[in-house]
């Protein structure tokens, strides 16, 4: 499978917990991006990455939220703490040096289920 | 601070009918628009852009400024079509899409 994949597929936590997620885009996208999707809502945008500089975070991404893309290929996203409101789907997508405006090719997401 | 706008949530038509999904948005700049679209059970996709003014599965979509709209169009849908679709912006300056709420198209038999 060439396209994004992201890991795990679901995850149940515990209120307080720490959870972090992974994203292994199209090998050869040097842009990735992490958005969330709660029910009945459109992908909210949280971080853009191009190679393993961090360029843009959206104001959604507060202090207990982290992502990293160390060596310009996978990324994670980390939440630290989880909160009832952090579930939601965590989707990645990746796009070529061309960038958005080419469009995004997204992975299957990660459900998160903070209990 | 920029929006995007699809006001009806749910469409259900017959195959072979004409569908029409709404899209407005709000950017003071030049927008560059995008539809998206989820199948059941699959990954969301890219449909088409407005900057590349191509039909796509039968889908079209034009730009009207003095609107403020990007409304997706199909003359007659087919079952198939049945899908979550997404209108999004490009923020300028940004790599960051501005989403809307979607909408559920359902194309019955």
């Known amino acids: 499978d060439t396209g994004v994949s992201q890991d795990p597929r679901h995850k149940i936590t515990k209120r307080g917990q720490n959870v972090t997620f992974r994203c292994d885009p199209i090998?050869?996208?040097?842009?990735l991006y992490w958005y969330r999707q709660t029910l009945g809502q459109g992908p909210e945008f949280l971080t853009y990455?191009?190679?393993?500089?961090?360029?843009?975070k959206s104001r959604l991404l507060s202090d207990r939220f982290s992502a990293e893309r160390p060596k310009g290929s996978f990324s994670t996203l980390e939440i630290q703490r989880t909160e009832q409101g952090d579930s939601a789907m965590y989707l990645c997508a990746s796009s070529s040096f061309i960038g958005t405006l080419y469009g995004y090719t997204f992975g299957s997401g990660t459900r998160l289920t903070v209990v | 601070a920029q929006r995007v706008t699809q006001p009806e949530k749910l469409l259900s038509v017959f195959k072979g009918a004409p569908v029409e999904l709404k899209c407005n948005y709000s950017?003071?700049?030049?927008?560059?628009l995008f539809w998206y679209v989820q199948y059941s059970r699959q990954r969301l996709q890219l449909l088409l852009r407005?900057?590349s003014r191509e039909s796509i599965k039968g889908f079209t979509a034009d730009l009207n400024k003095g609107e403020t709209s990007f409304h997706l169009k199909k003359p007659f849908a087919q079952e198939e079509d049945s899908a979550m679709y997404y209108c999004a912006l490009l923020q300028g300056g940004s790599e960051k899409l501005v989403f809307g709420k979607g909408m559920k198209l359902t194309v019955n038999p």
């Open positions: 990455f191009q190679n393993e500089a961090q360029l843009e």
């Open positions: 950017y003071s700049g030049s927008p560059e």
């Open positions: 407005h900057i």
């Open positions: 090998s050869e996208h040097n842009r």
